[in-house]
């Protein structure tokens, strides 16, 4: 049986539908009767609505889908070069990095340099005290063994001078 049918159920349909009327315990629901209603549908029409329905969405959700697959395309491609900066931006710093390091090891080179002049010079400083402190030394000894053969001299020249009983024969 289909909707045109059923005369009494439209008539109920169409006296709930006009305003100012209560519906009444008499009157059916809205979606009483739905169930029985579904099997009369027609499957061909069904199928054409289904088609007709893909039909009119199916080319804009495949242009979206393949728009959204260019969109993940240029992500990955644009994760790539981020990734290929972060990297130039590292090497940047370690270049940096490698530039502070070599200009502290000038900075270390010179104070090395520095204190080998320094220790040079002190070398020079402390060969020329010893020369002079040896020389000082051997000063100091001839002038001492210098004073021991004055004295000798003059305890031999008392010796001499002091009178000297004679000797009997």
Not at 89 to 108: M, Q
Not at 116 to 133: D, I
Request: proline fraction near 4%; charge should be negative; charged fraction near 35%.
């Amino acid at each position: 049986m289909s909707v045109a049918e059923r005369p009494e159920e439209e008539e109920e349909a169409a006296a709930a539908a006009s305003p100012g009327r209560s519906l009444g315990p008499r009157d059916a629901s809205p979606d009483e009767g739905v169930v029985e209603d579904l099997p009369l549908i027609d499957e061909k029409a069904v199928e054409q609505l289904t088609e007709g329905l893909i039909s009119h969405y199916l080319p804009d959700l495949q242009r979206s889908k393949s728009a959204l697959q260019e969109l993940t395309q240029n992500q990955v491609v644009l994760l790539e070069t981020l990734e290929q900066e972060i990297s130039k931006f590292r090497e940047c710093n370690s270049i940096l990095d490698i530039n502070a390091l070599f200009s502290e090891a000038k900075h270390y080179h010179n104070k090395l340099v520095s204190i080998r002049n320094e220790m040079m010079m002190l070398h020079e400083k402390t060969s020329k005290l010893k020369k002079r402190a040896l020389k000082l030394q051997q000063k100091r000894q001839k002038e001492e063994l210098e004073r021991e053969q004055q004295r000798e001299k003059e305890l031999e020249r008392e010796k001499q001078l002091t009178a000297k009983p004679a000797r009997r024969t």
